[in-house]
């Protein structure tokens, strides 16, 4: 089994910047693809970013690009989303999930329980 924590999240105004956090335990955290999803208020989960086990590899949704950095830690078993120039569509809440591959993450096993983040205008 694999537990994911999320924190970070809070208000803060447009143009801001907040950094999430997603702390794993369990099974080898190295191992595992990593992703953040984001779901509004009356719409679906949708992806946000990912990264692969190694860090290697990273991907995002277009509408984060260059605005936000997944990145990971694998000593200190956590991932984080650094989010920049927060805009209030960004409002939502954000879920980190874990997977054997980024392919896999949008049906992972293992999820966070979600961390809110609002953005005012």
């Known amino acids: 089994q694999v537990q994911l924590v999320e924190s970070g999240g809070g208000l803060v105004q447009a143009g801001g910047s907040l950094r999430l956090s997603c702390t794993t335990s369990?099974?080898?955290?190295?191992?595992?693809?990593m992703g953040w999803f984001r779901q509004a208020p009356g719409k679906e989960r949708a992806f946000v970013a990912a990264?692969?086990?190694?860090?290697?590899?990273?991907y995002y949704a277009d509408s984060v690009k260059g605005r936000f950095t997944i990145s990971r830690d694998n000593a200190k078993n956590t991932v984080y989303l650094q989010m920049n120039s927060l805009k209030p569509e960004d409002t939502a809440v954000y879920y980190c999930?874990?997977?054997?591959?980024?392919?896999?993450?949008?049906?992972?096993?293992?999820w966070g329980q979600g961390t809110q983040v609002t953005v005012s205008s």
């Open positions: 369990g099974r080898t955290f190295s191992s595992y693809a």
């Open positions: 999930a874990a997977a054997s591959t980024v392919v896999l993450l949008r049906t992972a096993d293992y």
């Open positions: 990264i692969s086990w190694g860090g290697s590899s990273t």
